[in-house]
């Protein structure tokens, strides 16, 4: 059995060092917003190639708090439009939502990520910022999209959570936008042993409301300046990021092997690979491989004919934002490209730990495939 994506395989790679790291915070005696935050909080910082970065509890707080923290310096106001891809993971809207903003679904490109040109027809007088999200670590078209924003006087989140390390023209995820959210969910190429999330930006004022608002509000013990949350990355999660933080660019070679393999190897008329056409080898090199997407018009088919030859598969995502019942006033909008992706997609297996051998099991399954199942 190929399994999607091991865990297990993944932390058991650096299991001693990770190991030596947690009983260095239980030793400490300190668990919250100590040294190990600090420390990781500095390293992730010159990893993504800006001045601040903050830890929070979880990818969707770090998007969330964001966009508060610009409420509270008078960026945003309570029914600005912020844009977003129709296809994205529904944390990218929730963030939205919460804090009372108008989400503004934007249709993909080809590229699956989301379409400059369409960003530029969707604004209008009350727009106000733009979230894309570098899906499946790529990231979006983000010199087309800064210079939109900067046409428009528009503020730019980066949704990095699953873009670690992710660049174009060695510009990493988290140093084009204003700000960036991350999610070191225990799956994501960088990931904790648990929950845990960061922002990135080089806005001192922003980084300021960031540290308070995180911790209730609080700059000094018992003095709250806002109505701030919890919303803090433990020690013990720091500490594993740290170490996890030093293997993030073989990780990533890993990946690469794999998603390069596939692209090479799978031969199938029926199989759509993830595009690389008008995409300079550069930027096949940007692409950290979160996850390696093909699309299928007979998907389930070929997700069941995977299976039958012991491989495990996944969809991300099976239902977009505005067709889920959290959102039921959206459930008629029609974004004919979004929900095409939504039913032809489907992820192959892919990881550090992944060998090529595997691979070559996955890319003969995909080629066996007949087309209909
Ligand atoms: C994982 C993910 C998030 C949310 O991260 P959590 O840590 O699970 O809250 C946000 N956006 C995207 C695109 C993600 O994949």
Known sequence: MIEFLSLKDVNAAYASELKAACARVIDSGWYIQGKEL??????????????????????????TLTLRAWKLLGRLTEGDEVIVPANTYIASVLAITENGLTPVLVEPDETLN????????????????????????????????????????????EDSAQAHGASIDAKVAGSWGDAAGFSF????????LGDAGAITTN????????KALRNY??????????QGVNSRLDEIQAAMLSVKLKYLSTDIQSRRKIARA???????????????ENVSPLDFEGHVWHLYVVRCQHRDALQKHLAASGIQTLIHYPIPPHKQLA???????????TERIHDEVLSLPIGPTMTLEDASAVIDACNSFNGLG
């Open 203 to 210: 806005d001192p004022e922003l980084a300021t409301v960031l």
């Open 114 to 157: 989301i379409s400059p040109a369409l960003i530029e027809s969707s604004i209008g007088p009350k727009t106000k910022a733009i979230i894309p999200v570098h899906l499946y670590g790529r990231l979006a078209d983000m010199p087309s999209i800064m210079s939109i924003a900067k046409k428009h006087n528009l503020l730019v989140l």
């Open 262 to 276: 596939y692209s090479d190897g799978i031969r199938n008329a029926a199989i759509r690979l993830p595009i690389q």
């Open 38 to 63: 600090e420390a990781f909080e500095s390293d992730f910082a010159k990893a993504c190639g800006v001045q601040f970065c903050l830890g929070v509890a979880n990818g969707l707080d770090a998007l």
């Open 327 to 337: 959102y039921k006033n959206w459930n008629s909008q029609s974004f004919p490209l």
């Open 217 to 226: 509000g609080s700059h000094e013990k018992y003095k709250n300046i806002y």
């Open 185 to 192: 969910y225990p799956g994501k190429n960088l990931g904790a």
